[in-house]
């Protein structure tokens, strides 16, 4: 083996990069903020972060782009797959932008895979995470929004379009409230952060002064006793946890991941979620399902984005 | 190639067996009822008239058992899988029943797979169907239940115990009625026929003088102008839709193709369906998604069954 690919990590707000070695090693790890800009000259800043990121993370990992069996990405989506071009929600400055083909020009046309972060955040988690050897799995984030990846028959799954995974728009609720993404009740406007503190805001919550109306404060009013925040914050696990029912009884899978601050926010989220999961997943071969508390957020989206390349068998595709 | 298979598909009601060549013709077909059984022995005779079915389609075919590639064999769930133990719904005689183990006595110990219906339902449009070269598959049947299988990434999904697209339970509205499988809100119980008659037996539906309260009659009524009986059976299109809408939004499907009696009952049905798709199908790659009608009811059973024997790569699994 002694192979080694870059990894790259793009959220809505941070960029993060490593050597990523065949062992699941990280060297080098470099993180850094999506830098806040404007003007037609937007893209190519951000390009440029991106780029000075990973290449710091080469120097300080000591390796040469030659050295490298590819790189690997992770991206906040929308994006078109497998071109890699990229429209990250959170980051306006990317419309389309040919991320791949960007970092392909700079690595000597060594492999470059790009996928949704979510898609990562499965592969990261089954390949060097809690959830190896798991045969089919869920991986589920929820934190501003709800995404997530599958490994089925101990493969990563790509979807049609790439897509495949994004649990966040599952209908948990036919005739639930309108969803941004034109769809109505799916479990992203059932439970993400935001929108969680939206309901919680209506319902006559406040948060304590000088406090930003967020998902982390909801939370920690939630566990300091508040009990419209507790019940909001129950309601977004309860519908996660339908969710996690719903595509389990579908897959039929061995176990869930869950990650995000949203859904590691304490025991109100996280009991509220297992007793919405028991509520909907009657069946045998769905109640054995194993949840699984995601324990690595800095590493598991950078070993995902290294396994596309690292272990193509099993997460990779052709580009 | 030259090779063929032995097929049979078990519903709750009758029995169907056929020799499928590697081409997808179909000889000697034979079909007959379960019989109505009671008492100790009626496990043997159930048995018994799967058997003659099988035996009197090999003569008519004039195959010998020593000239198959093997048995595959579609049968209604719940089951223990890959084992084939079988216990179907409406077959209370089998309970736990080693089915395979049995046709292996008969057939001198050639490849014999068992599987359940929905999943028979997907390999067989899949393979020789109207749903040929689909990449990301869908299959869905509305009748007495819900049921479905999965074809992703060109490969038959099976699932940790054999039971993936069972989108019956997929959760479409987590506050929804109790389900019989111990869930709430699912799919079957939203859409299935003997639900929606009941639920429109409560709401005043009587069935004309001498006719059955069944979806047959419920779907004849509705076409007829009954507005209880269309109301409810566009409830149960809708639920459907919505179900086909949550699974693409998860698993950036290419196609899905709907079969059974209920959900072909007509454009009552059918419109609600597609409407509730699109209510809940609001992402690009959702939207995409194709919906087909199952046009050979009789044969996609017996070629899903013998695709898991004549083209194990796809379909098939180690027993």
Redesign the interface.
């Known amino acids: 083996m002694g192979e080694r690919a870059l990894a790259i990590d793009i959220g809505g707000t941070k960029i993060a990069a490593a050597v990523v070695d065949a062992d699941g090693a990280l060297r080098g790890a470099v993180r850094r903020p999506v830098p806040v800009v404007s003007g037609p000259s937007g893209a190519e800043q951000v390009f440029a972060a991106v780029w000075d990121c990973a290449y710091e993370s080469l120097l300080a990992a000591g390796v040469g782009i030659g050295e490298l069996a590819g790189v690997g990405c992770g991206c906040a989506g929308p994006m078109r797959w497998p071109a890699g071009e990229v429209s990250p929600l959170n980051i306006p400055a990317w419309r389309d932008f040919p991320l791949r083909e960007r970092l392909r020009e700079l690595v000597d046309d060594a492999p470059v895979l790009v996928h949704n972060d979510g898609i990562a955040l499965a592969a990261g988690e089954h390949w060097a995470g809690v959830a190896r050897g798991v045969?089919?799995l869920l991986a589920v984030t929820v934190s501003t929004g709800v995404g997530g990846g599958?490994i089925?028959?101990g493969?990563l799954?790509?979807?049609?379009?790439?897509?495949?995974?994004?649990?966040g728009?599952?209908?948990?609720?036919?005739?639930?409230p309108p969803?941004p993404?034109?769809?109505?009740?799916?479990l992203e406007v059932?439970a993400a952060g935001p929108h969680t503190v939206r309901r919680a805001l209506a319902a006559g919550w406040v948060p304590p002064a000088g406090q930003p109306a967020d998902g982390r404060v909801l939370a920690a009013c939630a566990a300091a006793g508040n009990q419209t925040a507790r019940r909001e914050l129950a309601r977004s696990g309860?519908?996660v946890g339908?969710?996690m029912?719903?595509?389990t009884?579908?897959?039929?899978?061995?176990a869930a991941v869950v990650a995000g601050g949203f859904a590691q926010s304490g025991p109100i989220f996280w009991d509220a979620m297992r007793a919405?999961f028991d509520?909907?997943?009657?069946?045998a071969?769905?109640r054995?399902l194993r949840i699984l508390r995601s324990a690595d957020p800095d590493r598991v989206p950078l070993w995902g984005a290294a396994a596309f390349v690292l272990v193509p068998d099993r997460y990779g595709w052709s580009g």
Chains 1, 2 share one sequence.
Do not use: E, K, P, Y
Request: hydrophobic share 40%; glycine share 20%.
């Open positions: 045969h089919n599958l089925l028959a493969q799954l790509h979807g049609g379009w790439g897509n495949a995974g994004h649990i728009h599952l209908t948990v609720a036919a005739d639930g969803c993404c034109g769809g109505q009740g799916c059932m309860s519908a339908a969710g029912a719903a595509a009884n579908l897959l039929d899978l061995d919405g509520r909907h997943a009657g069946l071969f769905s054995r």
